[in-house]
T-cell receptor, first 112, second 117 residues
Framework: GENVEQHPSTLSVQEGDSAVIKCTYS??????FPWYKQELGKRPQLIID?????GEKKDQRIAVTLNKTAKHFSLHITETQPEDSAVYFC???????????FGKGTSLLVTP | SQTIHQWPATLVQPVGSPLSLECTVE??????LYWYRQAAGRGLQLLFY??????ISSEVPQNLSASRPQDRQFILSSKKLLLSDSGFYLC????????????????FGNGTRLTVT
């Protein structure tokens, strides 16, 4: 089955700096790559996703890049703010899979 | 628009007691439904998924069970809770094509924080 590795497990940056979280996947059939943000005690919420026919997608301060050849995708957050502090999960899935496969999460701390 | 309701928000139960967590979805028909558990604030473990009424697939053998008595209702149960059942339980839904898909967004409920004492 699909295996999604996520790094780093924790990340601390200063406000205004950029943060990058990287994920790799094993199933070459994967064609959908969402990112979820989970604030403390709350539910994971979808913040951005990308499909395999696109190499990059941006939404204001967040962007996701996908390298299908290398089977890795990354989340980029620019101009980080304290409210970006949360756990971020990457996931990978395909139309032949039964559910999204999640990485183990990255705890991002943005210090003022 | 679609909404997902999950209750209760928090629950404290003694070891050996039964459990029933409920989840309902509004605004969509025949969704795929999922139960996830999150221990120690990290990692999403898929427990069960369902593609239709009465259809349940289990991902992890344990003392939990799931049922889907109605199209938009998903229930997580246990006859006797263990200490290791403590965690944050999340219900989720996604669009369906009659079978579970990994290429659609998952939409999570607010979760139930279960503490087994």
């Amino acid at each position: 089955g699909e295996n999604v590795e996520q790094h780093p497990s924790t990340l601390s940056v200063q406000e205004g700096d950029s943060a990058v979280i990287k994920c790799t996947y094993s199933d070459s059939a994967s064609n959908y790559f969402p990112w979820y943000k989970q604030e403390l005690g709350k539910r994971p919420q979808l913040i951005i996703d990308i499909r395999s026919n696109v190499g990059e997608k941006k939404d204001q301060r967040i962007a996701v890049t996908l390298n299908k050849t290398a089977k890795h995708f990354s989340l980029h957050i620019t101009e980080t703010q304290p409210e970006d502090s949360a756990v971020y999960f990457c996931a990978a899935g395909s139309n032949s899979g039964y559910a999204l496969n999640f990485g183990k999460g990255t705890s991002l701390l943005v210090t003022p | 628009s679609q909404t997902i309701h999950q209750w209760p928000a928090t629950l404290v139960q003694p070891v050996g007691s039964p459990l029933s967590l409920e989840c309902t979805v509004e605004g969509t028909s025949n969704p795929n439904l999922y139960w996830y558990r999150q221990a120690a604030g990290r990692g999403l473990q898929l427990l069960f998924y369902s593609v239709g009424i009465g259809q349940i697939s289990s991902e992890v053998p344990q003392n939990l069970s799931a049922s889907r008595p109605q199209d938009r209702q998903f229930i997580l149960s246990s006859k006797k809770l263990l200490l290791s059942d403590s965690g944050f339980y999340l219900c989720a839904w996604s669009v369906t094509q009659g079978f579970p898909r990994g290429d659609s967004p998952l939409h999570f409920g607010n979760g139930t924080r279960l503490t087994v004492t």
